[in-house]
């Protein structure tokens, strides 16, 4: 059985993040996140990534036939939008009562 080796799994993103796209079949779109996945640094994209599966029949719950389905792509290759709706880096600031705040590089302003 092949070992899924554990890279550092501080993603910055989280489920909701508003995304664009950096590289790939899909280089430019937008979408939510649906889906992190911190074990292997990678993301499930509303919209994005979408592939062809082959599914086959799960007695009567599931019907057998080729599905859409979207798959996970690398934390890499999406970068958050900003406020002014371009993508910008992730950084943190602590505010005055001590809770760790996510802000957006660009603009500087809370995400």
């Given at each position: 059985m092949m070992e899924v080796k554990r890279k550092n799994s501080k993603t910055k993103l989280r489920k909701g993040d508003k995304v664009k796209v950096l590289a790939g079949k899909d280089k430019g779109r937008e979408g939510t996140i649906s889906r992190v996945i911190p074990e292997t640094n990678r993301v499930i994209v509303d919209g994005i990534n979408i592939v062809k599966k082959?599914?086959?029949?799960?007695?009567?719950?599931?019907?057998?036939g080729i599905i859409d389905r979207e798959m996970p792509i690398d934390v890499s290759n999406v970068s958050i939008l900003a406020g002014d709706g371009k993508p910008t880096r992730i950084g943190f600031r602590i505010d005055d009562k001590g809770n760790k705040k996510r802000?957006?590089?660009r603009t500087g302003s809370d995400l």
């Open positions: 082959h599914q086959k029949a799960q007695g009567q719950t599931r019907q057998a802000v957006a590089k």
